[in-house]
């Protein structure tokens, strides 16, 4: 089972530039996370989506936006990267049930010059 | 506000016990969990608590008190590969994981 794949590895992208980073699932769960990760800050919550169709801000949404046409995808789009988005991306999905655990993909290291 | 408490960094010896602790404040409680995450890769879920009291498994085992707001990770038998990042993370009342910086464990020979 491949779980959570998310595309780029790693991307090293302009200022001013746009991308989108893709997280794909084939677990079926219902809610889908992006997270960053920076040094010391621990993982921060971006977007959400409990379920497809549905999405909602997290604790730092600004400069990114995300979509939910379906189950198993969930980008996250940079509209117009900044240096201070340089960060590692983490893409989860939680199994709903009784302990509600989050699964995560490989990430995507992005550097913003 | 909501806020997770660990310690940024330890050091233990290999053959050790070690005891990572996390306090925690939140709105509302529906568990918490323990991740682990070697550096360059994802974080991989060790343990879930919800009720009080000591959950075991191999090695590794968690406590929660929901009164004291405090949870710990207790690893035994302490093995190279256990150097890592350990995060705490509790499902407040929204169900949104809210995340403890976590501490990075160092393992000596």
């Known amino acids: 089972t491949a779980g959570i794949t998310q595309a780029p590895t790693s991307q090293i992208l302009a200022a001013g530039r746009s991308m989108t980073l893709r997280c794909t699932q084939d677990?079926?769960?219902?809610?889908m996370y992006w997270y960053r990760q920076d040094l010391g800050l621990g993982l921060r919550l971006i977007h959400y989506?409990?379920?497809?169709?549905?999405?909602g801000k997290g604790e730092v949404p600004d400069g990114y936006s995300v979509s939910r046409a379906n189950t198993d995808d969930f980008p996250l789009t940079l509209a117009s990267a900044v240096p201070s988005q340089t960060s590692v991306y983490f893409c989860a999905s939680r199994q709903t049930g009784p302990t509600d655990t989050q699964y995560f993909g490989p990430g995507t290291r992005l550097t913003v010059l | 506000g909501q806020n997770i408490d660990q310690p940024t960094e330890m050091t233990a010896t290999e053959g050790a016990i070690v005891q990572i602790n996390c306090t925690y404040q939140t709105s509302g409680f529906n568990g918490l969990f323990w991740y682990q995450q070697h550096a360059g890769e994802a974080p991989t879920f060790l343990s879930y608590?919800?009720l009080d009291g000591l959950e075991e498994k191999g090695r590794f085992s968690s406590f929660l008190s929901r009164s004291k707001g405090y949870s710990y990770l207790l690893l035994k038998e302490l093995q190279m590969k256990d150097s890592a990042s350990y995060l705490c993370?509790?499902?407040?009342?929204?169900?949104?994981?809210?995340w403890g910086a976590g501490t990075k464990l160092i393992i000596k020979p």
């Open positions: 677990m079926r769960h219902n809610a």
């Open positions: 608590n919800v």
């Open positions: 989506s409990n379920t497809a169709g549905t999405t």
């Open positions: 993370a509790v499902l407040d009342s929204n169900y949104q994981l809210i």
